[in-house]
């Protein structure tokens, strides 16, 4: 996962945790526009909707961790 420290790694783990209100281990389309609201990303339903689908790699509907890390982590 990207050559991350085990601290790094643990907060990751705890964005996401606070994140997935449902505590499913996965984020919803809701969830994750909730996440960027409060980024204060201030993209479009639009926009969030495009990046979510690209976040979701595996295409399953929802955001699971690793495709979480890879997203925050990505270049």
Known sequence: MNALTEEQLGELREDFAYNDQDAN??????????????????????????????????????IEFDEFVAWWTAD
């Open 25 to 62: 281990g996965r984020l919803s389309f809701d969830e994750f526009r909730t996440l960027l609201e409060d980024l204060e990303a201030g993209i479009s339903e639009e926009e969030a909707r495009i990046g979510f689908e690209e976040i979701d790699t595996d295409r399953d509907g929802a």
